[in-house]
C-alpha cells in the first residue's frame, strides 16, 4: 500500500546510463557523418518567395533526412516594388487556379502601378518632405493622391 519514493539520484543515474548508451550508438557504424548514400536537391519558388529542398537518403535507406529552405527577399526592396511583386505573385496563382477573372483585375492593377511608378515615386517623395516639416494638411493630401494612383 505504501509506495516507496524514488531516489532522485536513481532517476539521474538512469538518464545517464541513456546517454552512455546514446554516445555508444554515435560512435558506431551509425554514426551520420560516416553514412553513404543519395542527396538529392531541388529548388524553386511559390506565393512565399524562393525555396530549396535537401534529402538525404543512406544506402540501405534505413534513414532518411530533409531539409526545406525558403527564403523571401522582398524585405529587400521598396514598398512599391514588393507590392508590384506580390500582384505578380497572386497573378500566376490565379493563372495556376485558372481563375482567369481574377487574374484580370490583377493585371490591370499590376499595369496601372507600373503605367504610375515614376508619379507615385514623387508622391512618396514629397509625402516624407510634408511630414517630416510637420505639415499634415499637405500630407492627407499627398496620401490620398496616392491611394487614387494605387
Do not use: H
Not at 514588393?82 to 496563382?93: F, G, Q, T
Request: hydrophobic share 30%; aromatic share 6%.
Amino acid at each position: 500500500m505504501f509506495r516507496r519514493r524514488k531516489n532522485p539520484f536513481d532517476f539521474m543515474s538512469q538518464i545517464d546510463s541513456m546517454f552512455e548508451n546514446f554516445d555508444s550508438m554515435m560512435s558506431s557504424s551509425l554514426n551520420p557523418n560516416l553514412i553513404m548514400g543519395k542527396v538529392n536537391t531541388e529548388s524553386g519558388s511559390d506565393e512565399n518567395g524562393n525555396w530549396t529542398k535537401q534529402s538525404f537518403v543512406s544506402e540501405d535507406g534505413s534513414m532518411s533526412i530533409t531539409t526545406v529552405i525558403k527564403t523571401n527577399s522582398d524585405f529587400t526592396k521598396s514598398e512599391g516594388d514588393s507590392k508590384l511583386n506580390s500582384l505578380k505573385r497572386k497573378l500566376d496563382l490565379a493563372v495556376e487556379k485558372q481563375d482567369f477573372e481574377g487574374a484580370v483585375k490583377l493585371r490591370d492593377e499590376i499595369k496601372k502601378l507600373e503605367k504610375n511608378k515614376g508619379k507615385i515615386d514623387s508622391l512618396k517623395a514629397e509625402l516624407e518632405k510634408a511630414i517630416g516639416e510637420q505639415n499634415y494638411e499637405k500630407a492627407i493630401e499627398l496620401r490620398d493622391k496616392l491611394k487614387d494612383l494605387e
